[in-house]
């Protein structure tokens, strides 16, 4: 079984030696602190805090967990019995079906240790305390390209719980990046593979 995840409040004081995290729902306000101390993190590395950190909803977490369990109780048993039946169909060192069943058990057990260490570092966000007047992880923002007019909205999430058809994206998003500690009226530049947009931030919002 996974190691349930603590609600953010910083530091999970177990994997940091004891130290004591940040007071209850102070994580929608590190962002803000840090930058007013620290401005010239402001467009550098604070926008990588939340970026690159195992931060989720309890939905997302419970979704992996689910996951997890399907893959353990479900796909590794089959996996086993592919590679049993396989074996029982003659000599190995020409049996490409075994070969294949093998493969196949190597990357399930592969994409299983992912999943543990992403659930065993889980941090999940309680979105009731996140602020809605600068963009960070769970934030939707609505934005207009600036060049044609075109309006568009996005949540920003963890990379396991991005989902481009329901309008999530992952933090490591060049535009997630751009929009990560941006205010409302602020025009961002964005880097994608077709050139640079500018986007105008119109509404920030929390789970919207």
Not at 66 to 74: K, N, P, V, Y
Request: net charge positive.
């Amino acid at each position: 079984m996974p190691v349930p995840a603590k609600t953010w409040h910083g530091h999970n004081d177990a994997r940091y030696n004891g130290q004591k995290g940040f007071p209850l729902g102070q994580v929608a306000g590190v962002l803000s602190v840090f930058i007013s101390v620290f401005p010239f993190a402001k467009n550098k590395n604070l926008k990588y805090i939340f970026a690159y950190m195992a931060y989720m909803t309890q939905e997302g977490y419970d979704k992996m967990v689910a996951q997890l369990r399907h893959m353990e109780s479900i796909e590794r048993p089959a996996a086993s019995a592919a590679i049993a039946e396989a074996r029982d169909k003659g000599d190995l060192s020409e049996n490409s079906e075994y070969d294949a069943a093998k493969e196949a058990q190597a990357m399930l057990e592969m994409k299983i240790n992912n999943l543990k260490a992403t659930i065993a570092s889980a941090k999940i966000i309680d979105a009731s305390k996140l602020r809605n007047d600068v963009v960070q992880i769970l934030s939707t923002v609505e934005m207009k390209n600036v060049k044609n007019g075109m309006v568009m909205k996005y949540t920003i999430v963890s990379e396991s719980e991005a989902n481009l058809r329901e309008g999530k994206i992952s933090s490591t998003t060049p535009i997630a990046q751009g929009l990560l500690g941006k205010k409302v009226g602020d025009v961002v530049e964005v880097k994608i593979p077709q050139g640079t947009v500018h986007l105008e931030i119109l509404n920030i919002s929390v789970g919207a």
